[in-house]
């Protein structure tokens, strides 16, 4: 499985967290620009918004969706950005440490995004059963992150191969889209099965209200992990109301960094900074009765008993028919001078 890099960094031992700021900041410059600050406060690694141009993208009638009452080309409209817009926000975003990217919506928003200079794209879950954008995205070289969010097995499998034919890196994102989702509904065991099937590394588009789900996705192996961001649940707009606000965030990026240092590297060895917990919780062996000098130990003349500085209880077994060296004391921790 082929690691992916977005910007130089390399998405594995060190979880992508992915502030998803989309269509949050209402139209507003300004307010994009509080939300990437608010993000890097948190310890986002990336912001990701969405590049609409209406009249590229859908027909006036398109509907409106359930979970959100403006008529979507009004409101699709009214969220576009201009290059100019995008530059000044991967600039500001930049400045801060954090990864600029975007989800095309459109053929013309990949060109425009082109221009911008963005180092990975977003495939939405609209958008993977439509080849031209998918075949846009795939001609411009850079990684891109795979949402499955209204997509079987055989959609993503589509849209992979017309990525890899373009030789992308590719990055397949768990997704349900459910504003908010609730935690039967997230299936985190479909990550490593897409990953398996398609020899890819993995991630979570996570649309729960909570950040347990995406701390689980970090301990199943993934290495993005893409939440919805706002500075208040109270805004309007789509999206809010399925946004980690700031505190979240923090809690969120704390909780995967915890999570990625404790998973370690898969092996099982004695650790020797355990050495004195082991002398006082592991047992030595014991003799049970007093043993006569000469006397050849027999199982019921020995036991184990704390501490775990003596002959190890492990060795037991060995000991059983050699002669005692001295007389033993009921009791008595053995040493190696105490037996022939």
Do not use: W
Not at 89 to 112: D, I, N, T
């Amino acid at each position: 499985m082929t690691a992916v890099q977005i910007a130089g960094r390399e998405l594995g031992p060190h979880v992508f967290v992915i502030a998803e700021i989309g269509n949050n900041h209402d139209g507003s410059i300004r307010q994009a620009e509080r939300l990437i600050e608010a993000a890097a406060e948190a310890g986002a690694d990336a912001v990701k918004f969405q590049t609409h141009i209406a009249d590229a993208e859908m027909l006036p009638s398109t509907p409106t969706p359930p979970h959100f009452d403006e008529p979507r080309y009004e409101f699709t409209k009214r969220m576009e950005l201009s290059k100019d817009d995008h530059v000044r926000l991967k600039a500001f975003a930049e400045e801060r440490g954090l990864v600029f990217f975007s989800s095309p919506f459109s053929v013309e928003a990949v060109a425009l995004l082109e221009e911008v200079g963005v180092p990975a794209y977003k495939i939405a879950s609209g958008e993977v059963t439509n080849p031209p954008l998918i075949e846009a995205v795939a001609a411009t070289g850079q990684p891109v992150l795979l949402s499955s969010g209204m997509s079987g097995m055989e959609d993503v499998e589509r849209a992979a191969g017309i990525l890899r034919d373009a030789g992308s890196e590719l990055l397949v994102m768990q997704c349900t889209s459910n504003y908010p989702c609730p935690p039967e509904l997230v299936n985190l065991r479909a990550m490593p099965a897409m990953g398996e099937r398609l020899g890819a590394p993995y991630g979570l588009s996570d649309h729960t209200p909570d950040i347990h789900t995406s701390i689980a996705a970090v301990a199943l192996g993934a290495v993005a992990i893409e939440k919805h961001f706002t500075l208040s649940k109270r805004l309007y707009g789509p999206d809010h109301h399925a946004s980690l606000v700031p505190e979240e965030l923090a809690r969120l990026v704390e909780g995967i960094r915890q999570v990625e240092a404790a998973m370690g590297n898969g092996l099982k060895e004695r650790d020797p900074s355990l050495d004195p917990a082991r002398a006082t919780f592991e047992k030595s062996v014991v003799a049970r009765v007093e043993i006569p000098e000469g006397a050849v130990l027999e199982p019921e003349m020995l036991t184990t008993k704390r501490p775990g500085n003596g002959i190890p209880a492990l060795r037991l077994s060995e000991l059983v028919g050699r002669k005692a060296a001295r007389r033993l004391e009921a009791d008595h921790q053995l040493q190696e001078a105490d037996v022939d």
